[in-house]
């Protein structure tokens, strides 16, 4: 319902950017509009999270698919825009670690090119 | 902004009971009355986020468990009791518990492998003071919590 998404290119990657809130209600639209990003060989994808006000745990589990997917093909994906409410949520399950998470859209995008996509 | 707090000793007690479909869109309604009753008891937005959440992800699991009724929707249940304490909130359905939050305690470590599912138990374990989980194989299953009020808002304010 009150989730937002705006896709675009920024050279050759795909930035996807969330808005609102991201629960279980919205999840599966989330789920797929991150597959539809990550298509083709190797995708480079970033996931702008600065507008997102909710973050739940189905949302967390997308997330971490499309990584896992973008990974499996080869590709790259990080994450910018991490707010307070988001990073709490990051920061209690571990994941403010194991997420490739970047301070900028600039930085995560040149990240990108600089990856191994190992994993 | 303040003028929906009303002094903790009168906001303080009281008792409401939601009942929600057993269905993903519902969720938002049930979110946004508790963190509507945390923000009249003094809770900080910090709290209120934090129990925003910890409601939600007991709702869904609720809702990912629940069975399908034979004979109609299932609902879920959420009792939202307040006192000059805190905020306790009881979510009930009728299904059984299937893992979905059997995790254990303390931060995880991935080891690799990132997780996709079962996180949450232990986000609720984490934003909340206190949570109890109880489930039989055919009895409903209930998750309590509470959160309990920053010192100086539950002695005056």
Avoid: Y
Avoid at chain 1, 47 to 74: H, M, N, P, Q, Y
Avoid at chain 2, 70 to 97: K, Q
């Amino acid at each position: 319902m009150d989730l937002r998404l705006r896709v675009g290119t920024q050279g050759e990657a795909t930035v996807v950017e969330i808005g609102g809130e991201i629960d279980l209600h919205v999840a599966p639209r989330l789920r797929a509009e991150l597959l539809r990003a990550g298509e083709g060989d190797s995708p480079r994808v970033v996931v702008d999270l600065s507008e997102v006000s909710f973050l739940d745990s189905t949302g967390i589990g997308v997330l971490v698919g499309a990584l896992k997917r973008v990974r499996e093909k080869g590709g790259a994906l990080n994450f910018c825009g991490v707010q307070s409410r988001v990073r709490r949520v990051f920061e209690i399950t571990g994941l403010m670690r194991a997420l490739p998470i970047f301070e900028s859209r600039e930085a995560a995008l040149t990240a990108l090119w600089e990856e191994k996509a190992d994993g | 902004m303040d003028n929906l707090s009303l002094p903790v000793a009168e906001a303080a007690r009281g008792r409401i009971e939601l009942k929600i479909p057993a269905s993903a869109q519902w969720v938002r309604v049930a979110r946004l009355t508790v963190a509507g009753v945390a923000s009249r008891l003094h809770f900080g937005i910090g709290d209120v986020e934090d129990i925003k959440l910890a409601v939600a992800e007991a709702i869904n699991n609720a809702i990912l468990h629940a069975p399908v009724a034979p004979d109609g929707e299932a609902m879920v249940s959420i009792v939202i009791e307040s006192d000059s304490d805190g905020l306790w909130i009881i979510v009930t359905d009728e299904g059984r518990v299937q893992g979905g939050l059997s995790v254990e305690d303390g931060a995880p470590d991935f080891d690799g492998e990132l997780p996709e599912g079962g996180l949450g138990l232990l986000l609720i374990r984490s934003l909340m003071d206190e949570v109890s989980h109880e489930s039989g194989s055919h009895a409903d299953t209930v998750v309590k919590m509470f959160k309990r009020l920053p010192a100086r808002a539950a002695h005056g304010a």
